[in-house]
């Protein structure tokens, strides 16, 4: 089947560690990106990317980084100097400007 | 910079009515609008899209939604709602190529049947 496969569903971070959050689709895509959602906030961008080896910051980077050295997988990792990283993650990837969503991944803070 | 506005954070409508939900967006060109629907814990299923062309487009699931460029508008609307329309739904815009740098979103309207 295709489509849009993120992991793990539930992640519990510990302070100060950094966590990183899997994406993985199967749609030939050539865009990817990381989205962060809060109560009542809807989503907000984190980062994106066009291409293989070229990625881009959203409007809320600081805190994350990512990597995409392959066209399949764009993961995200929250490092310690997110200091607010409890939320619902969703990553979406694009064609012909349409963007299509994986099921989240929701991160807690032990 | 884009933006927009679901001005209804909750509506509560009877199974069988009618469903109207308000979207204003404001982005200088002509912007590509989205309305994406969520169940509880899940992702985002697109309902519907409009780039161009006829304002009255048809999506999934019996809705459909009316580009307005006059009022900054992009409702959804269905004829007759069903209690698994229970959901989350989340309004769109995308600016250059149709949100390849990323859609900016309302912060969701919660639709409520009441059997």
């Known amino acids: 089947d295709g489509g849009i496969t993120q992991s793990p569903k539930y992640l519990f971070r510990k302070e100060g560690q950094n966590v990183t959050l899997s994406c993985e689709q199967n749609l030939n895509h050539d865009a990817m990106y990381w989205y962060r959602q809060d109560p009542g906030q809807g989503l907000r961008l984190i980062y994106y990317s066009q291409i293989v080896n070229d990625f881009q910051k959203g409007d809320i980077a600081e805190g994350y980084s990512v990597s995409r050295e392959k066209k399949e997988s764009f993961p995200l990792t929250v490092t310690s100097a997110q200091k607010n990283p409890t939320a619902f993650y969703l990553c979406?990837?694009?064609?012909?400007?349409?963007?299509?969503f994986g099921p989240g991944t929701r991160l807690l803070v032990l | 910079a884009q933006s927009v506005t679901q001005p209804d954070i909750h509506i509560t409508v009877s199974e069988g009515a009618s469903l109207e939900l308000r979207c204003n967006y404001s982005?200088?060109?002509?912007?590509?609008l989205f309305w994406y629907v969520q169940s509880p814990g899940q992702g985002l299923q697109l309902l519907l899209k409009y780039f161009s062309g006829d304002t009255l487009v048809q999506g999934i699931k019996g809705f459909e939604a009316e580009f307005k460029r006059s009022q900054s508008s992009f409702n959804l609307r269905k004829p007759s709602v069903h209690w698994s329309d229970a959901a989350e739904y989340f309004c769109a815009v995308g600016a250059s190529g149709g949100g390849a740098d990323g859609l900016t979103f309302g912060k969701g309207t919660h639709l409520i049947i009441q059997p």
């Open positions: 979406a990837s694009s064609s012909r400007e349409t963007q299509y």
């Open positions: 982005y200088g060109a002509t912007p590509y």
